[in-house]
């Protein structure tokens, strides 16, 4: 399966996103995204086989192109600080966009109402954690990193803060007085970006 969706299939894609964030996998039919995209039913089977495929693709849809970044990061004119900065940018403003992906997500994955072939998202997940890994040896090699890291509980650290900090939106929004949508989203681009910045960098530069 590829990214490489057409203008319909887009559509459908987007609509779907919007429903089963509002009303869950479950409470969302094939027949409720095929009435809001104004299409028959028989197009979303054409295109997407069932819902669950349909899922799948979604995952695709929202996830192909931070692989592409990830990759050419490794290649940027920059220091593996500078790399490991950018990466925790791209990781946190792409959560910060998709996160109604990553609510229906983390749903499926808790509830286990179904068994569902996520392994889609376990590849990507193993992509982006290789292109990580290579900044993290690339650090290694030229003495900026120590040498004992698990990098793969680095993702789990980075998106953690963030899933937190999202989860329990109204006691931080009272906290700092993030009134609006767009403060609320400025402090996750500035505030939140930074602090995990910080404590990654603690991780990977400092003995503890």
């Known amino acids: 399966m590829t990214a490489d969706f ?55 849809f929202r996830t192909s192109d931070l692989r592409l970044k990830l990759e050419s990061l490794f290649s940027e004119d920059l220091t593996p600080i500078e790399k490991i900065e950018k990466l925790i940018e791209l990781y946190i403003n792409r959560l910060n966009k998709n996160r109604c992906l ?30 990580l890994q290579k900044i993290i040896s690339e650090g290694q090699e030229k003495g900026v990193f120590r040498k004992n890291i698990n990098s793969a509980l680095l993702p789990p650290t980075i998106m953690g803060t963030f899933f937190h900090f999202h989860t329990n939106r109204p006691f931080y929004e009272e906290l700092f007085d993030l009134k609006t949508d767009e403060a609320y989203d400025h402090f996750i681009k500035t505030e939140i970006i930074n602090h995990i910045k910080q404590t990654i960098k603690a991780f990977l530069v400092y003995e503890n």
Do not use: C
């Open 6 to 60: 057409n203008e319909k299939q887009l559509e459908i894609l987007q609509v779907a996103e919007e429903l089963f964030a509002e009303k869950g996998f479950d409470g969302t039919s094939i027949r409720d995204i095929a009435k809001k995209a104004n299409i028959n039913i028989a197009m979303i089977s054409y295109y997407f086989g069932s819902k669950e495929k349909l899922l799948e693709s979604l995952i695709i």
């Open 102 to 131: 990553y609510q229906i997500l983390h749903f499926e994955f808790s509830s286990k109402k179904r068994i569902m072939d996520f392994k889609v998202f376990t590849d990507v997940k193993k992509q982006n954690l290789l292109s």
